[in-house]
C-alpha cells in the first residue's frame, strides 16, 4: 500500500467545549475537544433506610452547629473560640495556646477516626456528615419543596422565562441566601459572643472582620450547595483522591450484585426472568436518577461515589414492587462479592488487623486526652527573666535579679498564688509574694529575688519558683515548680 494513498490523519485537540468533534472530508485532521461541559445533576427523592439515616445526621449536626453557640455555661457562652484573648472556652474548660496539645490530641483523634471509618465502611463521612452533604441535602429538601421533584426541576429549567419560573428560582434564592447568611452568622458566633454579635448586627455595629467572615462564610454555603454540589466531591476534595490508600478488598462499599443482577433488561412484572434470559435488574436507571453525584453503580466502585446509599434504597423499592429479594444493590465488601459470602461472614472479615489498629490507637490516644484533662491543674505559670538587667548589686551588697511571671487562671474562680523562691541558701523574695488573678483571666508580675553577695560562686546556677495556689480562704487547689537560674556576676 502506498502510503501517500493513505497519510496518516492529525488529531488537534482544543479546549472550548461548545466545539463538536468535526473531520473535512477534504483534510486529513480531525478535531477534539478534550473538554466535557458539565450536565447539570438532577437528583431525585428517595426514601429508605439510608436516606431516614442520612437525615438523621443532618438534623443531629445543624442542631449542634446553630444551637451550640447558644448555650450558657455560668455567666458566659459555652463553647468560645476567643482569638482576642486567646482562650479556648469549652463548657467548663479554659485552654490558652500552651495547651496546644490538646488541640493536637483532637487532630489526632479526627485523622484516626477517618481512617478507622474509611476501613470499616468507605466514605461514611462523606454520605452522612460532611458539611458538603448536609447542606446539599439541606439546599436540595428546599429546592424540591419549591420547584418540585427531578421531573418537574428538568421541566422548569428547559421552559422559556415566565412569571411562574421567575417566581420559583427567586423564591428559591432568597431562601438558600437566609439560610446560607444564619450559617455564616452562626459560624462567626463561635469567635465571637453569638449575642454581642446579634446585638451589633441590629445596630450595624458589627466589625469589618465579623462582617467580611459572615458573608465568606455565607459565599461559600450558598456557592457550594446550591450550585457546585457534587463538583465539590469530585473536583475540588482530596479525601475522594486519597481514600483508595485507606480502602481494601474488605471494606463495606456500595456495591451491585453483578452476578445477580446481569444481563439486566426491561420486563413485565409477571414475566418470569429466567425464562427472558434476564437477571434481576430491570434497568430502569433510578439509582442514576437519585444518585447525588449521578454515577452509575453498575460500573463498579468508582471515586465519585460517596457511599450514601440513595441507590440501594431505591433499588430495595424497585425489587419489592417486582416481587424479587431486596439488595441488589448493598453495602459489602468486594471479597465478599466474589467469594458469595453471608453476611456473618462478611463483618467477621471486616474486623481485621488495619481495624483493630486503628481502633487500638483511637482508644490510647482518647483515654490519654481524658486522662490528661481530668488531672489538668486549673493554672499555668511561665517564669521569663529580664533580659533588661540579669543581674546587679544593690544596696546592701546583695546580688538581685528580675523576674516576670505570667499567671494564667484557667479556672471559672478568682485563685490566689503563693510565690516562693528555691535553690541557693540565703536566696529570698523583696517583693509580693501573694497575686490574685480574677477568673479566667491572666496577670504579669515582675518578681525581683536577692543573694548575699559571698552566698554563691560567679555564674549560673539553678533555682525554681514554687508556687501554691488556693482560693479564698480555702484549701491549696494545685502546686507547681518552675525551673529558672539565678546569674552570679564575677
Not at 454555603?221 to 481494601?248: H, I, L, W
Not at 442514576?288 to 468508582?302: A, E, N
Not at 484557667?410 to 536566696?427: C, D, W
Request: net charge positive.
Amino acid at each position: 500500500m502506498d502510503p501517500q494513498e493513505n497519510p496518516p490523519r492529525k488529531i488537534v485537540p482544543i479546549a472550548p467545549a461548545h466545539v463538536p468533534m468535526a473531520v473535512d472530508e477534504d483534510s486529513t485532521e480531525q478535531v477534539i475537544s478534550l473538554y466535557a461541559a458539565h450536565k447539570k445533576i438532577y437528583p431525585r427523592s428517595v426514601q429508605g433506610l439510608f436516606a431516614y439515616w442520612r437525615w438523621v445526621l443532618v438534623f443531629v449536626t445543624q442542631l449542634v452547629f446553630y444551637g451550640l453557640p447558644w448555650l450558657e455555661w455560668g455567666q458566659r457562652q459555652a463553647v468560645l473560640f476567643d482569638l482576642g484573648s486567646r482562650r479556648f472556652y469549652i463548657f467548663g474548660i479554659v485552654l490558652y495556646p500552651q495547651d496546644f496539645i490538646y488541640l493536637t490530641a483532637i487532630l489526632v483523634i479526627s485523622a484516626f477516626s477517618l481512617f478507622l471509618f474509611t476501613a470499616v465502611a468507605g466514605r461514611l463521612w462523606c454520605g452522612y456528615a460532611c458539611p458538603q452533604t448536609v447542606y446539599s441535602e439541606i439546599f436540595l429538601w428546599v429546592e424540591r419543596k419549591i420547584e418540585g421533584d427531578r421531573t418537574a426541576r428538568m421541566k422548569l429549567d428547559a421552559a422559556g422565562m415566565s412569571l411562574e419560573k421567575l417566581f420559583k428560582k427567586a423564591y428559591k434564592h432568597i431562601v438558600w441566601v437566609g439560610i446560607a447568611m444564619w450559617t455564616g452568622f452562626t459560624f462567626v458566633g463561635y469567635f465571637t459572643p453569638i449575642r454581642e454579635l446579634g446585638m451589633e448586627f441590629f445596630t450595624g455595629n458589627m466589625g469589618s472582620w465579623e462582617i467580611f467572615w459572615v458573608f465568606f462564610y455565607a459565599f461559600a454555603t450558598y456557592g457550594n450547595a446550591g450550585f457546585m454540589r457534587e463538583q465539590v466531591c469530585k473536583y475540588m476534595c482530596p479525601y475522594a483522591r486519597f481514600q483508595s490508600a485507606m480502602f481494601d478488598r474488605d471494606t463495606l462499599i456500595v456495591t451491585y450484585d453483578e452476578a445477580r443482577g446481569e444481563p439486566r433488561g426491561a420486563r413485565s412484572k409477571k414475566a418470569d426472568p429466567k425464562a427472558l434470559g434476564l437477571g434481576s435488574c430491570v434497568d430502569c436507571s433510578l439509582c442514576v436518577q437519585v444518585c447525588p453525584t449521578g454515577i452509575d453503580i453498575r460500573k463498579g466502585l468508582q471515586y465519585e461515589c460517596i457511599g450514601c446509599g440513595a441507590c440501594a434504597d431505591v433499588c430495595d423499592t424497585v425489587m419489592e414492587k417486582v416481587g424479587y429479594p431486596k439488595g441488589l444493590v448493598k453495602y459489602s465488601t468486594q471479597n465478599a462479592m466474589a467469594g458469595g459470602w453471608s453476611r456473618e461472614q462478611t463483618w467477621r472479615r471486616v474486623l481485621r488487623p488495619r481495624v483493630l489498629l486503628y481502633t487500638g490507637i483511637l482508644a490510647i490516644v482518647t483515654l490519654a486526652l481524658l486522662v490528661s484533662l481530668a488531672v489538668r491543674k486549673p493554672f499555668k505559670v511561665d517564669v521569663v527573666r529580664d533580659r533588661a538587667a540579669l543581674a546587679r548589686i544593690v544596696a546592701g551588697g546583695q546580688i538581685e535579679n528580675v523576674y516576670r511571671l505570667q499567671f494564667m487562671n484557667a479556672a471559672e474562680k478568682p485563685l490566689h498564688f503563693k510565690i516562693e523562691a528555691q535553690g541557693l541558701p540565703g536566696l529570698k523574695l523583696v517583693t509580693q509574694d501573694d497575686v490574685l488573678v480574677s477568673p479566667t483571666e491572666s496577670r504579669w508580675v515582675s518578681v525581683r529575688l536577692q543573694l548575699p553577695y559571698d552566698a554563691a560562686q560567679p555564674g549560673s546556677h539553678p533555682i525554681h519558683f514554687h508556687i501554691r495556689s488556693y482560693e479564698e480562704g480555702e484549701a491549696v487547689v494545685g502546686e507547681i515548680d518552675e525551673k529558672s537560674v539565678f546569674l552570679v556576676p564575677r
